[in-house]
């Protein structure tokens, strides 16, 4: 390894965190199974139009591509760093279904159930992406193939494995961990892990 490029990645590094051997996986629940005949994405909620949009497996994995270069920031410490993603940007998802613009906030709907709530305007940096590739080769099912949100500048938790909508807010609702005591917001730079963390203003009334 070239050393010179160890203190570039020391200074992406959160506080709190640590760079493992491998590339850990952590999840809740079973790897649900990829049925592409009956699979859609959903983009509901306060869409600009009223509409609720749908795709089939065939049409979302037409749509453009998008690659993003980005580190992986688990809340239990660990961080992947400089993971190759390819998949379709939140940017392209919101120019086919565009959000109301009273929407402040996002919730990214998974398999079971599951769900993570973040603040449009994380969902709409340049980085968060839907992604289906890792470097270059589809997403393992217990990565989340075959989609699943990148969100790359907070906690993992917030980069839903297996999604499978989108639901446009105008108000905030806490998803599944957060309901369970993780913090509404999780930036790793901030140490954000807890809901006891928070600060006024930064989870739903």
């Known amino acids: 390894m070239d050393q010179s490029e160890t203190p570039l990645e020391e200074t992406r590094l959160p506080p709190g965190q640590?760079?493992?051997?491998?590339?850990?996986?952590?999840?809740y629940?079973?790897?649900p199974t990829f049925r592409p005949a009956t699979w859609e994405f959903h983009v509901m909620g306060a869409t600009a139009s009223g509409e609720q949009y749908r795709f089939s497996w065939e049409r979302f994995s037409e749509l453009p591509r998008t690659t993003v270069v980005a580190d992986f920031h688990c809340v239990t410490k660990f961080s992947v760093m400089g993971n190759e993603w390819s998949g379709v940007s939140a940017a392209t998802l919101m120019e086919l279904a565009p959000p109301a613009p009273e929407v402040?906030?996002?919730?990214?709907?998974?398999?079971?159930?599951?769900?993570?709530?973040?603040?449009?305007s994380d969902f709409a940096r340049d980085q968060t992406l839907f992604a289906m590739e890792l470097e270059g080769k589809?997403?393992?099912?217990?990565?989340?193939?075959?989609?699943?949100?990148?969100?790359?500048?907070?906690y993992a938790w917030k980069s839903v494995k297996w999604v499978r909508a989108v639901e446009y807010m105008v108000e905030d609702r806490r998803g599944f961990w957060e309901?369970?005591?993780?913090?509404?917001?999780?930036?790793p730079w901030k140490e954000q892990r807890y809901s006891y963390q928070e600060e006024p203003g930064e989870g739903p009334p």
Do not use: K
């Open 179 to 187: 309901e369970r005591g993780y913090h509404n917001i999780a930036d």
């Open 18 to 27: 640590y760079v493992p051997r491998g590339q850990p996986v952590i999840h």
């Open 104 to 120: 402040r906030h996002v919730m990214l709907w998974a398999e079971y159930g599951y769900s993570a709530n973040i603040r449009m």
């Open 29 to 31: 629940g079973r790897v």
């Open 138 to 154: 589809p997403i393992t099912p217990e990565r989340g193939f075959p989609v699943r949100a990148i969100v790359p500048h907070l």
